[in-house]
C-alpha cells in the first residue's frame, strides 16, 4: 500500500513542510560532505529519511527554479520563466494568479498553506503568494534583502521589504531566525486547529549578502547588496550553521505538536551554490550548467511511510509538485500537465530508479543542457560536450567524437523540447514586451 493509500485508508492527510535554501551548494551539508562544519538538524532529516544524489534544480538561478516548483512544469512555459532571475517591477511579469499551483491544488482537498520566507514571483499589485494559492504569507518579495535591515537597497530608506500578507511590515532581527520564528508558530496554530497544512519555509540564506549572526555592523557598511568583496568561507559557515539551526526548531516543533509522524518533511535549496558554496565532486556554480550550477541537495522524511537511506534517482525541482499531490490524494490541473514526475513510488515503495529525460537553458552564454540516463549534452556558447556524469561528474571528458550517435540523439530532443518553449528572453528584451503582451503573444505554447 503506498504512503497516499495509507493516508486516505486511516482518513488522514499529511501534513507537508518544504524547506527551501537559496544558493545552497551540493556538499554544503555534513550529510552531503561538508567537511569544516556539521549541519546536525538537516543531518538528523536525512538519517530518518531518503537522502538524494541526483537531484537537479530546474535552473542555476532563483526565480526561474520557483516557477518550475510552484506549477510542476518546466519554467520556459510562462514569461516570467524567462527573466532568470525575475526582473524588476517595472516589467509587469510575474506568476499569473490563475495558473494552479501546488499551494492552489493542495487546498482544494482542504490543506492550509503558508508561505514563510521568499516569494520572488512577481509584485503587487498584480502578483503575489495570496493571488497564488497561500492563505497566509509572511516574507519578503523580491530576490534578497540584508538580513538585518530586510532592505534590497542599503543605502535607501525606503526598501525595507518585509510583509505580513499584503501589508508591509517592520521587525528587529536577523532574518534567517525570524523566518524559524514564524515557522515554529505557525506549525503550533495549524496544529491546534487539527487542519491539514502545507508550510512553504524559504530562506534566504545562504545567500548574498554574506550577514552572518553578529555582523549587524556589517550591514550597515555595505553599499550593495552583491557585497561581492565581503563575506569569508567562516561566515558562510556561520549563516549555513544559523539556518540548520532553526530547521532544528522546525522538527522540534513538529515534534512537540505530536505531529512529526504525519508531516512529510523536504529540504532542498533553489540551485546550485555560489561563491563559497562546495559543489564538490562537480564543476561549476550558480548561473552555470555544469552540474555545480544544477545539482543540489534533496531531502525527504516521511516516518512510516519512507524508508532512510539513500537513492540514485534523478529528480528535479519540478517533481515535488505531482509528488506531493500524489501523497495528499490531490490531482494536478488536466489542462497544465506537469513535466515533472511523481517520485512516489520511488519514496514509499522502495521502486527501482527511473530514467528521466531533463532539459535547461540559460541566456548566459548562450548555455544549452539536456541529460538522458547517465548522459549529458552541453553547450556553452560555440562549445558543445557530451558527458557521461555518473562516470565523470567534473565533466571533463568530452565524448562527443567517441560516442557520436548519443550526440546527435541528445541534440535532437533538445531541439524538439525546445520548439516546445517560449522563445528566450532575449528577444523578447528586445521588443521591450510586457507581461502581458508575451502572454498573448506566445500563449499557444504556454499550454
Not at 508591509?168 to 525570524?178: E, N, P, Q, S
Request: with cysteine; proline share 6%; glycine share 8%.
Amino acid at each position: 500500500m503506498s504512503g497516499a493509500q495509507s493516508a486516505r485508508a486511516a482518513g488522514t492527510l499529511p501534513n507537508i513542510v518544504f524547506i527551501l535554501a537559496d544558493d545552497l551548494g551540493y556538499a554544503d551539508l555534513s550529510c552531503y560532505g561538508r567537511r569544516d562544519f556539521t549541519t546536525p538538524n538537516i543531518d538528523r532529516l536525512a538519517a530518518g529519511g531518503l537522502r538524494f544524489t541526483q537531484a537537479y534544480a530546474n535552473s542555476a538561478v532563483c526565480s526561474a527554479t520557483r516557477i518550475a516548483l510552484i506549477t510542476g512544469r518546466y519554467q520556459y512555459r510562462l514569461a516570467a520563466g524567462l527573466e532568470e532571475p525575475l526582473a524588476s517591477p517595472a516589467r509587469h511579469l510575474g506568476l499569473p494568479p490563475e495558473h494552479p499551483t501546488l499551494p492552489s491544488l493542495l487546498k482544494k482537498v482542504g490543506y492550509g498553506t503558508t508561505l514563510i520566507g521568499k516569494w520572488h514571483l512577481g509584485w503587487l499589485p498584480d502578483f503575489g503568494p495570496l493571488k497564488s494559492g497561500y492563505d497566509h504569507f509572511w516574507g519578503f518579495r523580491g530576490g534578497a534583502i540584508d538580513y538585518f535591515t530586510h532592505k534590497s537597497e542599503p543605502a535607501a530608506t525606503d526598501t525595507e521589504d518585509l510583509w505580513d500578507g499584503d501589508v508591509k511590515i517592520h521587525r528587529a532581527g536577523y532574518m534567517t531566525d525570524l523566518l524559524g520564528d514564524r515557522a515554529v508558530s505557525v506549525i503550533a496554530d495549524y496544529a491546534r486547529a487539527q487542519q491539514p497544512f502545507f508550510v512553504s519555509l524559504h530562506f534566504n540564506a545562504p545567500h548574498w549578502p554574506w550577514e552572518a549572526p553578529g555582523d549587524e555592523a556589517e550591514s550597515q557598511r555595505i553599499t550593495s547588496l552583491h557585497d561581492f568583496d565581503g563575506g569569508s568561507q567562516a561566515t558562510y559557515a556561520r549563516m549555513v550553521k544559523q539556518m540548520d539551526m532553526q530547521v532544528g526548531r522546525v522538527l522540534n516543533a513538529l515534534d512537540s505538536a505530536g505531529v512529526a509522524n504525519d508531516t512529510i518533511v523536504i529540504f532542498t535549496s533553489d540551485n546550485g551554490g555560489e561563491r563559497f558554496a562546495d559543489t564538490w565532486p562537480f564543476t561549476g556554480k550558480k548561473t552555470e550548467l555544469l552540474e555545480g550550477g544544477l545539482r543540489i541537495p534533496a531531502v525527504v522524511r516521511w516516518p512510516g511511510h519512507i524508508r532512510a537511506g539513500i537513492t540514485e534517482q534523478v529528480a528535479i525541482s519540478m517533481d515535488w509538485m505531482p509528488t506531493l499531490l500524489a501523497a495528499a490524494s490531490g490531482h494536478p490541473d488536466p489542462a497544465y500537465p506537469p513535466d515533472g514526475m511523481s517520485l512516489l513510488p520511488v519514496l514509499t515503495q522502495n521502486a527501482a530508479p527511473v530514467a528521466r529525460r531533463l532539459f535547461w537553458r540559460y541566456k548566459s552564454n548562450a548555455q544549452r543542457a539536456m541529460r538522458e540516463g547517465d548522459m549529458k549534452w552541453l553547450k556553452i556558447a560555440d562549445n558543445t560536450f557530451l558527458f557521461n556524469v555518473v562516470a565523470d561528474p567534473l565533466e571533463r571528458a568530452n565524448l562527443k567524437g567517441r560516442q557520436p550517435e548519443v550526440y546527435r540523439r541528445l541534440v535532437a530532443a533538445y531541439e524538439d523540447w525546445n520548439a516546445r518553449m517560449l522563445p528566450e528572453i532575449a528577444e523578447s528584451n528586445s521588443h521591450h514586451f510586457t507581461g502581458a503582451e508575451l502572454a498573448d503573444h506566445y500563449g499557444s505554447k504556454a499550454k
